[in-house]
């Protein structure tokens, strides 16, 4: 079955540095989706890019989809403590059965020192 | 509020207790899921429905039983638990669509078990 990777599992940094965070599929992707879980919270959708080679912007947020569409990467910059939280990847599959089937990276936990 | 309500938020159970999670979605949607988030295995996706029909069971025991007797209503019965079922049930929806339209999961708040 479909797998995606993400890495690195925990990531901490001091406040002001960048962030990065990678996604990796064994399967093409149709489009990967992005999301951000408080501590203590639920995740909450991000953005979702769909086009190979798509870039978007959420301020100090850059996401990435891959020419292959196998791959994602998300790029804070200068990290803020209201960054905080486990960044998930989740990929929707490019064809077979299961097009709803989301399946989650296991999520890069942020810390931000201050 | 993501349109997404799940109770109870918190729910303590003994090993021969049999209780239910409620999922319930405000949004239209016509795919509903069951997820269980623990420490050693983060979103482990345990059921799918798709037009109130389950499509995906990723081989969960058959202790916990789901129920989707509508698309805006989502039933996880629990029986017979283990302490390693502890964990953060999240329930999501979204909209079985185009992946070039708006697919994107909906979480709930989730339900926090903890099996004594």
């Known amino acids: 079955g479909q797998q995606v990777m993400q890495i690195p599992q925990y990531q901490h940094v001091q406040e002001g540095e960048d962030f990065t965070t990678y996604c990796n599929s064994s399967?093409?992707?149709?489009?990967i989706q992005w999301y951000k879980q408080r501590p203590g919270g639920h995740p909450v959708f991000l953005i979702q890019l769909v086009k190979s080679g798509e870039v978007k912007k959420q301020k100090r947020l850059t996401f990435q989809f891959g020419e292959a569409k196998k791959n994602s990467s998300l790029h804070i910059t200068a990290t803020q403590t209201t960054d905080v939280g486990t960044y998930f990847c989740a990929g929707l599959p490019d064809s077979g059965a299961g097009s709803y089937q989301l399946t989650f990276g296991k999520g890069t936990k942020l810390s931000v020192i201050p | 509020e993501t349109g997404v309500t799940q109770t109870p938020r918190h729910l303590v159970m003994g090993m021969t207790n049999k209780k239910s999670l409620k999922c319930e979605q405000h949004?239209?949607?016509?795919?509903m899921y069951w997820y269980k988030q623990s420490a050693k295995k983060p979103l482990e996706l345990m059921f799918v429905y798709s037009l109130e029909e389950r499509v995906e069971n990723n081989s969960v025991p058959s202790r916990f039983s789901p129920e989707c007797p509508n698309s805006s209503h989502l039933f996880l019965h629990l029986h017979t638990l283990q302490p390693e079922d502890s964990a953060l049930y999240l329930c999501a929806s979204s909209q079985d669509e185009d992946p070039w339209m708006n697919t994107e999961a909906f979480f709930g708040q989730g339900t926090r078990l903890t099996v004594v």
């Open positions: 399967t093409t992707l149709s489009n």
């Open positions: 949004l239209g949607h016509n795919a």
